[in-house]
């Protein structure tokens, strides 16, 4: 009776479970970019319809921002995408989160990581892409990434 209970339990989890974890396709600068579940992490490859290159994967692969508009690209030069990934490390306070730039040349490049403890939150200035927590405060971080020249910037 109880293992009937216990299965029965474990099922109706499993479901809330895997609704975190789903496969996404974005169509973003005339590439696809997809977001696959395999197993326990995921995957995200970028390209033309079934010619996917595999750029990034982790525990969990979230697109932060910059989808690539036309307004994005004028101001930091060329299509990127901001991404998070965590399970990377591990933290003693927040959670472990690593940060990249995926360009969406051919073929598609990955920049990074920045790796931090706090969640990060996406921008962009003239030239370049930006991710920031607190900036003024006492704990505050600030990243950049420059087309040609990778991430610059500091943690406080």
Known sequence: MRATLLAAGLAALAPAAQAEMRDETHIISGKQVKIAVVGTIEIMTVGLDEEQIPVLSGADVAILGFPGDADSVALVGQPVLLVEVTGTHSCETG??????????????????????????????????????????????????WTPGKGWSGQAE
């Open 95 to 144: 959670d472990a989160r690593a940060y990249w730039a995926v360009t969406l040349d051919d073929p598609p490049m990955s920049d990074g990581p920045v790796t931090t403890c706090q969640a990060l939150t996406p921008g962009a200035a003239p030239g370049m892409a930006v991710l920031e927590a607190d900036p003024t405060g006492e704990a505050g971080e600030v990243w950049a």
